[in-house]
């Protein structure tokens, strides 16, 4: 469902679940509202368990400043009316109690977001607003001082983040991305130093997928197309929910037939992806009237060198992500789970899968399966969807697993004779 036939009510109540369920605020904490084109604002209520709210428990406050509703308004409403008052092209505000943000903001600093590709472009430049006491007039005001500045995000000192769009997904796009950011900061910490992009590397992301496929309409859609639709959706979704994918980061891809293969579509929030929102892309064209993800070409050429490859992932998980920001070295062979789905994890350098996506694409193979892109993604493949997504899941448990390791003590591996025993019991010579 699109957001924006969805009713204001309707899209706070979706919105604050998500945030809630990936537990990036508590159900005391955080508040979201929506101006509509009328100038009312509906807002979340103030005390009632965010767990289990309701489109009928959202308020209404009225241009005229008249209040309806079962319940009182969030306690922030001041902040929130300010905000819409400083930036009328504002039409949506969520703000959150997220761990790692408030972690940014007991340090009061803010977290950098050049350190993936793409979080600057969504984010913009971030403010921070110095400590007030919640619910003040005075807290709105240090608010509204960075937003005149022309930023869209502001991390409150020793409480939490504000994010505002031009409507609600757009502010909670902002606000996904920088707790990632946030996130991907503290773990590389763990590891190392990170090494965030410069401004030239950043600006090679946008070149991605600017490659025009022509378009077509399928004349008919089989069978097996249908079942790879459904069964792919039920696994983006799963990304989605185990965090392996962000709501618009994350890509699957199918093979359908000799040179068509089904991928992710680009921009597209992956919570509410429906089978028919996915692209075929057919002998180098895309099916008319949608944009396949920026790595289509990836896919393409990863198909064309290997025809025993039947599906490909790319995502941005966090703990392996850390590892491709450190530049840490990363070897599989800690559990024999890891070495068998991963085997020999390639590391390239950022940037190569959009200037030579030929080069990573020779460089996977059912021998290196799993190759890690630094600062960017990690690349997964299968000879099935399901194969693939289990690299991807095994990948980022093991970079989970080795960085909580290296906390308590030093990390033994498997050694060269055990490997060789694994390959020869599994067949993987
Ligand atoms: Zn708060």
């Known amino acids: 469902m699109d957001y924006q036939f969805m009713h204001p009510a309707e899209q706070i109540v979706q919105t604050i679940n998500r945030i809630y369920r990936k537990q990036m605020t508590t159900t005391s904490g955080g508040n979201l509202s929506v101006k509509d084109s009328d100038g009312n604002i509906w807002i979340t209520p103030s005390g009632i368990d965010k767990g289990a709210l309701t489109p009928s428990d959202i308020c209404l406050v009225k241009p005229d400043g008249t209040v309806e509703g079962k319940y009182k308004p969030s306690v922030e409403l001041p902040f929130h009316k300010l905000v819409y008052k400083t930036r009328p092209d504002i039409k949506a505000v969520v703000h959150a109690h997220s761990p790692s943000l408030v972690a940014f903001s007991l340090i009061r600093k803010i977290p950098d977001t050049a350190i993936i590709p793409t979080a600057r472009l969504v984010c913009g430049k971030v403010g921070i607003a110095g400590y007030e006491v919640p619910g003040s007039i ?21 409480h939490g983040v504000v994010t505002c769009g031009n409507d609600l997904f757009d502010a909670f796009m902002k606000f996904e991305t920088l707790e990632r950011c946030a996130k991907l900061d503290i773990t590389s910490r763990l590891i190392g130093k990170a090494n965030p992009l410069t401004d030239e590397q950043i600006e090679l992301a946008n070149e991605k997928g600017k490659v025009p496929l022509g378009e077509f309409i399928p004349a008919e859609i089989s069978s097996k197309e249908k079942d790879i639709r459904t069964k792919m959706c039920t696994l983006i979704h799963r990304a989605y929910d185990q965090d392996l994918f962000s709501s618009t980061m994350g890509t699957f891809s199918e093979r359908l037939g000799d040179d068509s293969f089904i991928i992710t579509p680009y921009g597209k929030d992956r919570k509410l992806l429906e089978p028919q929102d996915l692209v075929r892309v057919d002998h180098g064209w895309r099916e008319a009237g949608k944009r396949p993800s920026r790595s289509a070409i990836l896919h393409k050429m990863i198909y064309e060198t290997h025809p025993d490859i039947n599906a490909v992932v790319v995502a941005q998980p966090t703990n392996i992500l850390a590892f491709g920001i450190t530049r840490t070295e990363i070897d599989s062979r800690t559990i024999p789970e890891s070495y068998i789905k991963i085997r020999n994890l390639v590391r390239m350098p950022y940037g190569i899968n959009i200037s030579h996506p030929e080069e990573v694409a020779k460089t996977i193979s059912a021998k290196s399966p799993v190759i890690l892109i630094e600062n960017d993604s990690i690349i997964a493949v299968g000879t099935t969807l399901i194969e693939a997504f289990d690299a991807l899941e095994v990948v980022e448990f093991t970079a989970n697993t080795i960085i909580h390791g290296g906390l308590i003590g030093k990390i033994v591996k498997i050694t060269d004779e055990e490997v060789k025993t694994i390959d020869k019991a599994f067949g993987l010579d």
């Open 138 to 158: 005075e807290l709105g005001k240090k608010i509204a001082a960075e937003l005149k500045k022309g930023t869209d995000v502001v991390i409150m000192e020793n």
